[in-house]
DNA sequence: CGACTACTTGAACAAAATCAAATGGGGTGG
DNA sequence: CCACCCCATTTGATTTTGTTCAAGTAGTCG
């Protein structure tokens, strides 16, 4: 073939949630048929509307998934780090991509043809059920976005956030932004202006954000926050 | 077998995204191992948390799917029409349900035991393929969700939700509302207060509604409100 | 240094929720 | 058959929430 895995590359397609499970055979011919790719900041990984032709997987950096619409208007699907794949769904199905892919860092992607790759799932059932499996975490990803879109307000949305950044510990914890806020902004689906008077509203409860730095004083006064709902 | 399948049973099952497709043997295998089930109006067909023991499909009626946010909101996620398929992740995946599925009219489904169910997924690659096609819509269906939650308002998703009712058609065009109102506000994300005035500014671009009749003077009225969103 | 971008802040506005009170069937029991 | 109750829906007044537009700050990269 004529690109090479690293063994890091390897490492981290291994640990998917797609190819996690899979017997040496299947993760063999899936290598062979795929290939790194890397991308800057910025720069388009694929289109909604285009035809699905791979199925992409992040080795590294951040990808954001956005949905075009209207013509100004784009709305934040999800976004993937490391070890998470995306557009597996389009390409299985043949059609074409359902939404937009940007590498919000740099980042290094594998890719899959998805010719190639609707082969292996026909010939080995142990891939099927591991899209199945991929499919679910989606879908689960999903579920739980419109959840918290219907019943909790930004400031919710915001503390559910942060909650899940500093991790599952009690008591004071830090973190760190993983990305620009006006993206964090954006995933909640409010205006960067909403996200960062309700940051402010957030030091009230004992929530420190300098640059990117976060600083929780306590995650029980979040959670508060995100179930009944105060400033 | 214990049960019966009426002759319409067996050509909504096979009629539907999950089973169509789907050679005689395999149809055969599934019919065998699930069974009718009927409920009434207000029915709880299973809860959001219960292990995932059924696959599900509608046969009749409308089954509303939601997911309890907290103790006292709870968020509608999706609702299922005749040949419609639910649950079918989470039975296939073996944990527990993560919606809970509720009978808003007087409905009969088709349940499927979910062990028996995985079974035949392992044995026959052509249902693990039909449920990749079913999961694939399902993801489609909350990714549209999530997309119109971030970028319209509430008039908008309402017209939307009418033009989708009256079908793809131009020009003036009726339709009947499939369930109760206070159900469309719940789905749209509204409440019902807001859903009845938005109603009523709609009345403004040829909207008619009298009980459960719409009417529609011009769909190409209604989309402009969708994209452009005013009054 | 200067342009560019991310972020913040302010004020006015718009959207939708909330609280509260009608209205209006549809069914049930008398 | 009628009175009554329950529930869905509507309507009104008010408040909350979040957007929009506009301006300003700060950091960054050329």
């Excluded at 017997?23 to 991308?39: F, K, Q």
């Excluded at 004071?172 to 902004?185: F, N, S």
Aim: glycine fraction near 8%; hydrophobic fraction near 40%; proline fraction near 3%.
């Amino acid at each position: 073939m004529a690109f090479e895995w690293t063994r890091r590359d390897v490492d981290q397609i291994a640990r998917s949630v797609l190819f996690t499970n899979l017997d040496e055979d299947s993760l063999d011919s899936i290598l062979a048929e795929g290939a790194p790719a890397d991308y800057s900041r910025g720069d388009l990984i694929c289109r909604q509307g285009e035809p699905a032709e791979f199925c992409h997987l992040v080795l590294n950096g951040t990808v954001k998934l956005s949905r075009n619409a209207g013509p100004d208007s784009a709305a934040v699907i999800s976004i993937h780090g490391p070890t998470q794949s995306f557009m597996e769904g389009d390409s299985f199905s043949g059609g074409s991509y359902s939404t937009t892919a940007e590498a919000i860092t740099n980042c290094r992607i594998a890719r899959f043809d998805a010719s190639k790759w609707r082969l292996l799932i026909g010939q080995q059932p142990s891939i099927a059920l591991a899209m199945l499996g991929s499919a679910s975490v989606h879908l689960r990803i999903l579920l739980g976005q419109v959840e918290k879109l219907k019943t909790m307000t930004a400031s919710a949305r915001l503390a559910d956030f942060i909650l899940n950044l500093v991790g599952p510990g009690a008591g004071a914890r830090i973190a760190t932004l993983p990305y620009e806020k006006q993206m964090i902004a954006a995933q909640l689906g409010i205006t960067p202006e909403s996200f960062s008077r309700t940051l402010g509203q957030l030091r009230s409860c004992g929530v420190t954000v300098t640059k990117n730095h976060v600083e929780v004083a306590d995650t029980a006064l979040l959670r508060r926050i995100v179930s009944r709902d105060e400033a």
